[in-house]
């Protein structure tokens, strides 16, 4: 048994949605590499993704959309296309779309199979996290929702609670509203505002229905957050969020795209912070369900300086070790020819040379008012169900 | 959009006997702020539906009541504390020359008339039959689904030179990044300029913005993305 497995399959990188798209696959070739030029990760712990059946896929999506999607990856038109999403400008379609999306659905399943069923006490799949992907819809890069095929597993197959945290930049939507009124799961999603962020959902209101009433956790973060006003709020709510619903399992999508340097977002966290706040969700994972903790990747759109360097963190934190702080040359020799930028030499923020953000107080009251105005109001719902 | 597209159709109306008690009551267990009112025709047509409430055939609209008018009503108490005139009919406090739409008015006539008359609601009459009723809320509802905040994308605003043109040109310019747009909506800032509100359905509102700022649009949101120091 590997305490820590980690999904790979060479496939994976193939999800390459277009040349020049933002979303670049290589980052999965990144962080791999920096992994094991680190000796962070070992041959053995490395799993490829088991046999998936495509028909689970119609548990979560539209039949009609999966045949959709299928037949434009094959290159034929398909009329009603553009209404599922697929060709537009945020989702082209490129040949082998289907496959590809169906073996990052196959990985996240494995890795959360490998935790549920105690074969590893972590997993991790970077591939994943496609948290966008609608019942019927392409959206935001996202074809099919890996994420909640994976947790659909472990409730179907292992019967757990399943708790999903987000800490990507934008909202965690697709898989919120697939569980939106699900007793199994509670979803938890920290994200830039979507008055200033796609995909515009996930305000404080947005809390659960029926058996899910409570169970959708939103919290909105003004653009220009840093370390400090994250971390308060991720505290604030995070923690006693998980111990109301009491999970056997934590899924968590690590999107990278909440640093600084992320081109496609506000929000202006640094390593240092993003680190952190896996360190806590292990912590959190340890305390609340033995340990079980799945992770995925997601957005990131600094691909070479920031994502390996955040997701090497996040591998290394679940292995209970620790990225050292000068990266090793070979790495940055094997990839920098490629590369049109220079690759980062430390594996933290030098973050002396940031200049403060103007109004970072003003940010931080902004977040800490909506935080405890969230917590509030859950707190009643909660206690509500509890009477 | 018209008047039928927002308005509520399944109607609760109410007899002009009904004791002001009853209406109160209504408007607390229904949820619900303004009833018309519907006085029978014709003498055979029945008033035993329970507490009042009548079905809009064979029935004329003679007034609306609100909770506000109810309000005014029950907050009266004698010296004793007790509420009065709960139990006189309410065609004794309904308002009798009520303003009504028509089904197929657009929505911005019908809601300037609601503005300009302060009122709250206003049934919906095809010839004389009471087809619906659309209020302030109705409106709102309008309002939010004509931003299209309810679909997946990204609120951009651009102000535009006020010229014929102008819009057709930022719309096909995000066209050419094969890109929709589920919602514009559009406002004269001034003399020389329109302000346009719409919903790209894209997750990269930075990129899009960029590409825009290029092509020499005013945008105004999102703001340009600074690059931090």
Not at chain 1, 31 to 60: A, H, V, W, Y
Not at chain 1, 191 to 200: A, I, K, V
Not at chain 1, 233 to 256: S, T, W
Not at chain 2, 136 to 145: G, M, N, P, Q, Y
Request: net charge negative; charged share 25%.
């Amino acid at each position: 048994m590997n305490d820590v497995v980690f999904i790979f399959d060479p496939e994976l990188s193939a999800y390459q949605l277009a040349d020049s798209h933002p979303f670049k696959p290589i980052r999965l070739d990144l962080t791999r590499s920096l992994l094991r030029e680190t000796g962070l990760l070992t041959d053995d712990q490395e799993t490829r993704p088991d046999p998936f059946d495509e028909r689970k896929l119609s548990r979560l999506h539209h039949k009609a959309y999966i045949r959709a999607v299928k037949a434009t990856s094959k290159g034929k038109s398909h009329p009603d296309a553009f209404g599922y999403g697929l060709g537009t400008g945020d989702n082209p379609i490129f040949p082998g779309m289907h496959d590809i999306s169906t073996k990052i659905c196959a990985a996240t399943v494995t890795a959360v199979d490998q935790v549920a069923s105690g074969k590893a006490r972590r997993a991790a799949n970077f591939a994943g996290g496609l948290h966008h992907a609608l019942s019927n819809r392409a959206s935001g890069f996202c074809i099919y929702n890996d994420l909640a095929l994976g947790i659909d597993h472990a409730i179907q197959e292992y019967g757990l609670r399943v708790a999903y945290l987000d800490i990507d930049a934008h909202h965690g939507d697709g898989v919120q509203w697939l569980f939106y009124d699900s007793a199994f799961v509670m979803t938890i999603s920290l994200h830039e505002s979507g008055r200033y962020l796609f995909p515009g959902t996930g305000h404080t209101y947005e809390v659960g229905k029926g058996p899910g009433r409570g169970l959708s956790v939103n919290m909105p973060l003004e653009p220009f957050t840093e370390d400090d006003s994250f971390e308060e709020v991720f505290e604030l709510v995070v923690p006693k969020a998980l111990e109301a619903f009491r999970p056997d399992l934590i899924v968590l999508q690590a999107g990278a795209d909440m640093h600084r340097y992320d081109p496609l977002a506000d929000l202006a966290l640094s390593l240092q912070a993003m680190k952190a706040s896996y360190q806590r969700v292990c912590e959190l994972a340890d305390h609340l369900c033995e340990g079980k903790l799945v992770v995925t990747g997601g957005g990131g759109y600094d691909p070479y300086r920031t994502v390996p360097r955040a997701w090497a963190h996040l591998w290394a934190c679940l292995n209970d070790h620790a990225v050292p702080e000068a990266l090793p040359e070979s790495w940055r020799q094997e990839w920098q020819e490629r590369i049109p930028e220079a690759l980062p030499s430390n594996s933290l923020d030098d973050l002396n040379s940031w200049q403060a953000v103007p109004r970072r107080d003003e940010i931080a009251s902004h977040n800490r008012v909506v935080a405890e105005r969230l917590m509030s109001t859950l707190v009643q719902i909660w206690q509500e169900d509890r009477s | 959009m018209l008047v039928k597209d927002i308005m509520t159709t399944n109607v609760l109306a109410i007899d002009p006997h009904t004791s002001i008690g009853d209406v109160s009551a209504l408007m607390e267990q229904r949820n619900i702020r303004h009833f018309p009112i519907l006085e029978a025709q014709t003498a055979k047509t029945s008033t035993n539906h329970s507490r009042g409430q009548r079905s809009p055939a064979d029935s004329r609209l003679v007034g609306i009541v609100s909770d506000r008018d109810i309000r005014g009503i029950t907050s009266r108490r004698d010296e004793t504390g007790k509420a009065v005139a709960l139990d006189d009919p309410v065609h004794t406090i309904m308002i009798r020359d009520v303003l009504t739409a028509h089904p197929k008015d657009p929505i911005e006539e019908a809601a300037k008339v609601l503005r300009e008359y302060k009122i709250g609601a206003m049934p919906v009459l095809e010839e004389s039959t009471l087809v619906g009723i659309v209020t302030a809320i109705d409106f709102l509802d309008a309002l939010v689904r004509m931003t299209g905040v309810h679909e997946v994308g990204t609120r951009l605003e651009v102000e535009l030179p006020n010229r014929p043109g102008a819009l057709a040109g930022l719309l096909a310019r995000i066209a050419s990044h094969n890109l929709s747009v589920s919602s514009t909506m559009t406002t004269r800032a001034d003399t020389e300029h329109v302000s346009v509100v719409l919903r790209a359905n894209t997750i990269d509102g930075h990129g899009l913005a960029t590409h825009l700022r290029q092509d020499g649009f005013t945008v105004l949101w999102p703001l340009e993305k600074h690059t931090l120091p």
